[in-house]
């Protein structure tokens, strides 16, 4: 079973960018796809961003499209959200989970949260 720790949340002003880590351990996630995830207060959990076992395909929502780009470092067994431009909309917490063959995701993170003031 894997197991995904998240980091590299805080709080930012509007404009600024923050990087943040999913490190997995327990298993490797090279064979798989991996997604992040964020949750506003008050909110369900949405999709932000996916990327291919090998690096070469992402997707993003398009409220991130543009600003967020995500990467991944096999070697390191590690995932990465790269954000740009943030908003006060993006305050939420931030999820990385591993994407099954079904499409679903599964070894949901503790979350790390990322505050965007304006």
């Known amino acids: 079973q894997v197991q995904l720790v998240e980091s590299g949340g805080g709080l930012v002003q509007a404009g600024g960018s923050l990087r943040l880590s999913c490190v997995a351990s327990g298993s490797t996630i090279s064979r798989y796809a991996m997604g992040w995830f964020r949750q506003a207060p008050g909110k369900e959990r949405d999709f932000a961003a996916v990327i291919s076992w090998s690096g070469g395909v992402t997707y993003y929502a398009d409220s991130v499209k543009g600003r967020f780009r995500i990467s991944r470092d096999n070697a390191k067994n590690t995932v990465y959200l790269q954000m740009n431009s943030l908003k006060p909309e993006d305050t939420a917490v931030y999820y990385c989970?591993?994407?099954?063959?079904?499409?679903?995701?599964?070894?949901w993170g503790q979350g790390t949260l990322v505050t965007v003031s304006s």
């Open positions: 989970a591993r994407q099954l063959d079904n499409g679903n995701y599964d070894s």
